[in-house]
């Protein structure tokens, strides 16, 4: 599985309000010059992120973006599952299998299964203050 830009910028951008956290508010400018992404993208993945109530924002000369909760309860799987969506490799992990598998159990859906349980694991025990 290969994860896009928006896994990697939105990271990169969480992990900017992460050590801000506390201090107030980082603007959509700051967080873009900083992380050279341009703003319109950027705008549309912390759009994703206030969705999943990961970030909030707040209108004003002050305002910006911060994040909902402090860095140590916010897991990478969390950020990224807001990103990307499901973390499963196809489609036959999380649909109904007999909709799309051609055999009702396919031989190798095991492997999908067991692929993203690994990823959840992992992403879902790293933290944003692991990695600031």
């Not at 990271?11 to 341009?38: C, F, P, T």
């Not at 969705?51 to 909902?68: D, F, N, P, Q, W």
């Not at 007999?98 to 396919?106: A, P, Q, R, T, W």
């Amino acid at each position: 599985m290969k994860f896009s830009t928006r896994s990697s910028y939105g990271l990169r951008a969480v992990i900017d309000l992460a050590k801000n956290y506390g201090q107030g508010a980082l603007s959509l400018h700051e967080i873009s010059k900083k992380e050279k992404i341009s703003q319109s993208y950027l705008e549309r993945l912390m759009a994703s992120l206030k969705m999943a109530k990961i970030i909030k924002s707040t209108r004003g000369v002050k305002g910006g973006y911060e994040l909902t909760r402090a860095p140590s309860k916010v897991s990478v799987a969390e950020v990224v599952t807001a990103l990307e969506g499901s973390l499963a490799p196809f489609t036959c992990v999380d649909g109904d299998v007999k909709l799309i598998c051609k055999d009702e159990c396919c031989k190798v859906r095991k492997v999908w299964i067991e692929l993203k349980r690994s990823m959840e694991k992992t992403l879902e025990g790293m933290m944003l203050s692991d990695l600031l």
